[in-house]
């Protein structure tokens, strides 16, 4: 009986900690790329009860703030959250005996791309040989084909995409490496 009234004393002290709150842009337009994504998670101080903090601190959907992708969007293929905007999305995700010390994110914008779309094929660029004694009887990529977004202009150019060139050697079993694709410039 005691550890029960311990513990709800303890919890009814006011503390400040700090929260991880998950960060989601929703809603982004099919024909739209995110090439720098907002932070996954950012940290909010906040000060409140014991109670209400194991609250925040453990129940999943308490952090998580979705961001509408046309609210933030701007010009110049670049979007962007204002810090009194997140501030006040956050007041929606905590209770009101809650205060909101700071919110410590590296960042609050995110760049994109609209565009069309092409298919083309995913080629490896780099050379793979055997051991003595063996040989190489295949090269496959999986998966074998990408979907590039770009301007119009951009994708009459791209006929193929190319992994980072890689070099396998001395191969005597069947091997699976993980290549990243090359990065495309286009002038």
């Not at 496959?140 to 992994?163: E, M, Q």
């Not at 890689?166 to 495309?184: L, Q, Y």
């Amino acid at each position: 009986m005691s550890g029960v009234f311990w513990i709800l004393t303890t919890l009814n002290e006011t503390y400040e900690t700090d929260v991880a709150v998950r960060l989601e842009l929703v809603d982004v337009p099919g024909n739209t790329v995110i090439t720098e994504p907002l932070p996954d998670t950012i940290k909010v101080m906040v000060r409140d009860k014991g109670y209400y903090l194991v609250k925040y601190l453990y129940f999943d959907n308490m952090r998580v703030v979705r961001l509408p992708f046309h609210l933030y969007s701007g010009q110049q293929s670049k979007g962007a959250v204002a810090p009194s905007d997140l501030q006040k999305l956050l007041r929606t995700r905590f209770g009101e005996t809650c205060t909101i010390l700071a919110v410590k994110a590296d960042h609050l914008d995110f760049y994109y791309s609209h565009g069309s779309q092409k298919k083309v094929p995913l080629i490896y660029s780099g050379t793979a040989t055997a051991k003595t004694n063996f040989y190489v009887m295949d090269v496959k990529i999986s998966p074998d084909s990408v979907v590039v977004l770009a301007s119009k202009s951009a994708l009459d150019t791209i006929n193929a995409v190319y992994t980072e060139p890689k070099d396998i050697d001395d191969v005597d079993k069947s091997v699976t490496k993980i290549v990243p694709i090359a990065r495309i410039w286009i002038a």
